[in-house]
């Protein structure tokens, strides 16, 4: 069984505009058949709480769809929050593209 993933970079702040726009990309990825997604925060420099909320509705549409996802490139700001909100116990994050495709090679094969 072949795996398809999908990588969706998102840029600037996530708020509560972003994450509907990142829930709706999400959601049409996953309809053209996606079953594992990468977000790399690469770009983003804040994320509100709206931006967290919108993160966690996607997470359950990424589930509810049996698929997988996962998180890279999160700057200090953001890991931070992630750990005051304990969202880095749902997320499983990546340093990196490179790491991420790492790892899912080694778990493949």
């Given amino acids: 069984m072949s795996r398809k993933v999908k990588v969706v970079e998102i840029s600037g702040v996530l708020d509560g505009i972003r994450g509907n726009q990142l829930r709706r990309e999400v959601s049409d990825t996953i309809a053209d058949g996606a079953d594992i997604l990468l977000i790399d925060f690469k770009e983003v420099k804040f994320i509100d709480s709206s931006g967290l909320g919108a993160l966690v509705r996607t997470m359950q549409i990424v589930k509810n769809a049996d698929s997988n996802l996962f998180l890279c490139s999160v700057n200090d700001q953001v890991r931070m929050l992630?750990?005051?909100?304990?969202?880095?116990?749902?997320?499983?994050?990546?340093?990196?593209?490179d790491e991420f495709n790492r790892q899912l090679l080694t778990s493949i094969n």
């Fill in 82 to 97: 992630f750990e005051l909100t304990k969202l880095d116990r749902i997320f499983l994050t990546f340093a990196d593209q």
